[in-house]
């Protein structure tokens, strides 16, 4: 209890001198450790001495060793806390409690990544604020891209996220039915096929020109529709919205409907070939599932004119529209464009490797849903780009992982120390400094490792802190270090440093994810690997554990013998 406290109070103090130049004050770390803990109201008398000597102490260390300090032993101090934002989301227009629907519509074309766990916790949240529901839709019409894996990777990431729907459904479910409407636009004379080459289409939309399709008879038109599904080759036909050539909007001039996809699809093989677009399937999608919000990223804002003028034409309901900025982490690409390349060419090592923004990765390197999901709400729904730093979704999954998270110690560069004349034959290490999570007893022999970098500097006759244990004296400096037990106060001049007996060691790599783009271009150096020694509990940890190793921050347990850094 006593070393308890004195801890608490001496994190208070650092955290207080680290504000204020280095220099603390009894009365702020007593009425701040009164706040903390109103269990010690009664005890006041009996704190202020400790609270004293512990002030004293701390002023008189530097700022750089009370720095060091704050990082190694209190680094849940050291988080600077997020802006106050607004936390959750604003109101949504029109919204009437119980009747909203919102959708979450990927496209089954890639493991999802921190954009869709935005998207998905949005549309989640409305429709929970509205005690509304939620459509998981797989946006499934185009066969080149997609693959039955992704449905189920994606189904993996949002159970992971926590995100629930009420119900699941694939837009190629409704292809017949696609294909209605489509001879329905074509007979109301709101499309047309088009013959022309790629080329020609382009340069027409470029220069505001029809094509001579655009003023074909619908006999024409709809010989060309049925010839679609039998006679041309891809690129031979495309149906096109009758929109406005001259448009400022370039979206507007006339664009693709339906177009010729051959390719086994997922989920219907070879059954279609004539394909509808993003626009025309999303309009129809989110019409008949009845959704009565629909959101998407901004870079489609200027589809939202077709979106509507499409349901306008087929006389159907229109949901609303209403656009997010897009989330992305700096130097951390989501498109799959970038991505698929890294992990076919072996750059990386799956979807998973720790160093993408992928959910697995995520996960794998111990960054917690909760963490996620607090984050995005702290966005909240501004439309300017989110190129979001790392750092602040670390800030929300520290402060929850913080908590759970057992201290092990860990060394690097071990050198061994042989300590003489200690009768100590075993301790009890608390797993975490203030909360209880249980504690682990060590057997000590005598025979420990240290970091190299820890005792590189030491001499003979320099005394230090086997923290938690004991202080030594060094007697001999050679390929190991001997030294010889030389009591148990507190002081706290020494250097303290971590250990491990050798008896109780057991070897682990640690994988550091760093920045993947860096400039744009892939980091060769993106992903570092350290070998360290750790205590044998961490054998007996679940797979997924997170650890704080002491003096390095926190990490996740990946196997037996390797462990992903997760963040300071
Ligand atoms: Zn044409």
Redesign the pocket.
């Known amino acids: 209890m006593d070393d308890d406290l004195r801890k608490a109070i001496r994190g208070i103090a650092l955290q207080n001198a680290s504000e204020h130049e280095g220099k603390t004050r009894n009365e702020t770390v007593i009425s701040k450790i009164l706040g903390a803990r109103p269990d010690l109201r009664s005890k006041t008398k009996e704190i202020i001495p400790i609270i004293s000597e512990v002030v004293t102490e701390i002023n008189r260390l530097s700022v750089a060793e009370q720095k060091s300090e704050l990082e190694s032993n209190f680094p849940e101090l050291l988080v600077t806390k997020p802006k106050q934002e607004r936390v959750g989301l604003p109101p949504l227009e029109g919204a009437e409690n119980g009747k909203v629907v919102t959708r979450f519509p990927p496209e089954p074309n890639g493991y999802p990544h921190i954009g869709h766990a935005k998207a998905a916790i949005i549309d989640e949240e409305y429709a929970k604020m509205y005690n509304g529901k939620l459509i998981l839709r797989f946006d499934d019409t185009n066969p080149e891209n997609e693959r039955l894996e992704y449905y189920a990777a994606i189904k993996v990431g949002l159970d992971w996220l926590g995100v629930k729907y009420d119900r699941v459904k694939n837009t190629s479910d409704d292809m017949e039915l696609i294909h209605k409407k489509g001879i329905q636009m074509i007979e109301s004379n709101h499309a047309y096929v ?3 080459n790629q080329e ?2 382009s340069n ?1 939309r470029r220069e505001m020109k029809p ?4 003023s074909g008879n619908l006999d024409q038109n709809t010989k060309r529709w049925h010839d679609m599904f039998e006679k041309y080759n891809p690129g031979e036909a495309i149906v ?1 919205f009758r929109g406005n050539m001259e448009s400022d909007n370039t979206v507007m001039r006339d664009p693709a409907l339906f177009r010729i996809i051959e390719g086994s699809h997922p989920l219907l093989m070879e059954k279609y070939r004539v394909w509808p677009n993003y626009d025309f399937a999303v309009a129809i999608e989110d019409s008949i599932d009845g959704v009565t919000h629909a959101f998407r990223t901004k870079e489609y804002e200027l589809r939202n004119e077709l979106y509507y003028a499409i349901l306008d034409r087929l006389e159907m309901r229109k949901p609303k529209m209403f656009e997010f900025s897009r989330l992305e982490f700096e130097g951390m690409p989501v498109s799959k464009r970038v991505l698929k390349p890294l992990v076919e060419e072996g750059q990386v090592s799956g979807y998973d490797d720790p160093r993408l923004p992928t959910l697995e990765a995520m996960r794998r390197r111990g960054i917690v849903p909760e963490a996620i999901r607090k984050f995005v709400l702290s966005l909240g729904f501004t439309k300017s780009d989110t190129l979001a730093p790392f750092d602040t979704l670390e800030s929300f999954n520290r402060k929850i992982i913080d908590g759970i998270s057992i201290r092990l110690f860990m060394v690097t560069e071990p050198v061994k120390l042989v300590v003489k004349n200690s009768n100590v034959t075993s301790v009890e290490l608390a797993n975490h400094p203030q909360k209880d999570i249980g504690k682990r007893r060590v057997e000590v022999d005598g025979v420990f490792y240290v970091s190299g970098n820890d005792v590189k500097d030491l001499q003979v006759g320099d005394q230090l802190r086997l923290i938690e244990l004991y202080n030594v004296k060094i007697t001999k400096i050679g390929s190991d270090i001997e030294t010889e037990y030389s009591g148990n106060d507190f002081k706290t001049e020494l250097p303290k440093i971590q250990w491990i007996t050798q008896k109780d060691s057991t070897k682990i790599n640690i994988l550091i994810p760093k920045t993947l783009f860096v400039n744009e271009k892939f980091n060769e150096n993106s992903l570092e690997t350290i070998q360290a020694f750790t205590e044998k509990h961490y054998l007996e940890l679940n797979e997924g554990a997170e650890i704080q190793f002491i003096r390095f921050g926190y990490c996740r347990k990946d196997s037996a013998i390797q462990a992903i850094y997760t963040h300071k």
């Open positions: 088009c013959t022309c020609t289409i027409n094509c001579k399709c655009r096109r």
